[in-house]
């Protein structure tokens, strides 16, 4: 049974498509996650959702855009891709949205631009 | 930038010895997590150290933490060749939502 889970796994794609990354998690938690890790292995945060509402939303360009149409489901959707939006896109969730709540992620979404 | 360093970037040892990572941090915190990254997979929580802890132990993993030094360690002791991944520290703010600021990683490497 796969905790957090999204689609697809891998996806690439060219320059100015827009595209989407599903993401779902069965474990009731009330807040998920957006992260991004680049190249170098960086891992920051774009967006959180607590129960539907969004709660962080980080310096991201506007084409990025989470929808969270319930708790359990968080998506991404990507306008006019670029290339430098190459990177792996990891979802998460946590019970709460405090901290020291144990953050689990999801395999994480291969987006290759070209 | 709270964003945590952890050194070495890459670390090479032999099956059955301890491998030691530490990560270094520049602001106050609520807790500090430790990760681990197989390759191709995502992240996975290994141990929370909240900052009111000096020290924590889980299985073969032992976390210290010097709030004074703004610095964490993560051993493992016993390496296996299966603990051969990338270990990232995160960071947790002390106040508002949880917002993991995570370090570049220490890529470690068991040889059998």
């Known amino acids: 049974d796969t905790a957090v889970s999204q689609t697809p796994k891998y996806l690439v794609t060219q320059m100015g498509n827009d595209k989407s990354i599903k993401c779902e998690q069965n474990?009731?938690?009330?807040?998920m996650y957006w992260y991004k890790q680049d190249s170098k292995k960086f891992l920051k945060i774009m967006f959180s959702?607590?129960?539907?509402?969004?709660?962080i939303n980080e310096t991201v360009p506007n084409r990025f855009s989470p929808k969270s149409p319930d708790k359990a489901h968080l998506n991404l959707h990507i306008n006019s891709l670029e290339l430098g939006d190459s990177a792996v896109y990891f979802c998460?969730?946590?019970?709460?949205?405090?901290?020291?709540?144990?953050?689990?992620f999801g395999e994480g979404s291969w987006l290759t631009v070209v | 930038s709270q964003q945590g360093e952890e050194d070495p970037q890459a670390l090479s040892i032999q099956e059955g010895e301890n491998a030691t990572m530490n990560c270094s941090y520049k602001?106050?915190?609520?807790?500090l997590q430790w990760y681990r990254q197989n390759s191709g997979r995502g992240l996975v929580h290994l141990i929370l150290?909240?900052?009111?802890?000096r020290e924590k132990h889980s299985g073969r993993l032992r976390v210290t933490l010097d709030t004074s030094k703004k610095s964490s360690s993560l051993l493992i002791t016993a390496s296996r060749a299966a603990d051969t991944a990338s270990y990232f520290c995160?960071?947790?703010?002390?106040?508002?939502?949880?917002?993991?600021?995570f370090g570049q990683g220490t890529r470690l490497t068991i040889n059998p």
């Open positions: 998460a969730s946590a019970e709460l949205p405090s901290s020291g709540n144990t953050i689990y």
């Open positions: 474990l009731g938690h009330d807040t």
């Open positions: 959702y607590n129960n539907k509402e969004l709660i």
């Open positions: 602001t106050s915190i609520n807790n």
């Open positions: 150290i909240r900052s009111n802890e």
């Open positions: 995160a960071t947790a703010r002390i106040q508002g939502a949880q917002k993991l600021v």
